[in-house]
């Protein structure tokens, strides 16, 4: 898996994953209320508060905490957030792709270009890097859902697009309009899953080397450490070697 999926792993080697429950908590909780507020307030009749709402079972947030994010986009003090999205290059000519949810965009911009800068990297234009990359679906299973051809035959014909399976888990992608339709179609074979979004996959992947890597992924913490940053997607590979070192 590339990008997101190999800095999610090795972050998680790193025990850092339980000392971001209550950021994740944060952020989940301000995408709820986002989708909440963008369309009716009920999970069943709002696909993206739906995607929202079982990423945020799949995290073990409490389910009050859940029903008071999704209170919150009637309440007469719900903030107002904005989607930006940001592209620029980080460490060994990688492309990332952020996106965040924000009430103030100076505030958010500023955060953003300082991480670049300051690891390694320079933020782009708009446009500059998600030409290198097609947005699709994305629906994600832990390993414990079902060996690779059991995900693959339930992904196929539920009508997803492709599927990638490692020992950390299985990445399940479709088009753009199909995603909460598979994801209906996967439950009943496999269960709930782990997390279903949209997403930036790259169509070419840069290999990284050790000397970037390091730096990368600490550029990548650094924007996933912000509280307005939602998700950070990337077109990089790592070889075993190198996440040996790291890990």
Do not use: C
């Not at 739906?50 to 409490?62: E, F, G, I, L, T």
């Not at 234009?125 to 998600?130: D, L, P």
């Amino acid at each position: 898996m590339a990008g997101h999926s190999k800095y999610k792993n090795i972050m998680y080697r790193k025990g850092a994953q339980d000392k971001k429950r209550s950021a994740m908590f944060s952020k989940l909780s301000r995408e709820i209320t986002v989708a909440a507020k963008m369309g009716v307030p009920d999970p069943d009749m709002n696909a993206r508060l739906r995607a929202a709402v079982n990423a945020a079972k799949a995290q073990s947030m409490p389910k009050d905490n859940i029903q008071r994010s999704i209170d919150k986009a009637s309440g007469a003090d719900a903030e107002n957030y904005e989607e930006i999205r940001y592209e620029g290059f980080g460490p060994g000519g990688v492309s990332l792709v952020v996106e965040a949810l924000t009430d103030n965009r100076n505030r958010t911009a500023t955060n953003v270009r300082t991480a670049f800068s300051k690891n390694g990297g320079n933020l782009g234009a708009s446009g500059s890097v998600t030409h290198g990359f097609a947005r699709l679906g994305l629906i994600e299973y832990p390993a414990g859902a079902g060996d690779a051809d059991k995900v693959f035959e339930a992904a196929i014909e539920g009508g997803a697009e492709d599927v990638e399976s490692d020992e950390a888990g299985h990445e399940i992608w479709t088009a753009v309009d199909d995603l909460h339709g598979v994801a209906r179609a996967l439950e009943g074979a496999l269960g709930e899953a782990e997390s279903v979004k949209l997403a930036w996959r790259p169509t070419i992947s840069v290999d990284v080397a050790e000397g970037d890597a390091e730096q990368l992924l600490k550029l990548v913490d650094t924007l996933e450490e912000d509280d307005d940053v939602q998700s950070v997607w990337g077109n990089y590979e790592m070889s075993d070697a190198v996440l040996e070192k790291l890990g």
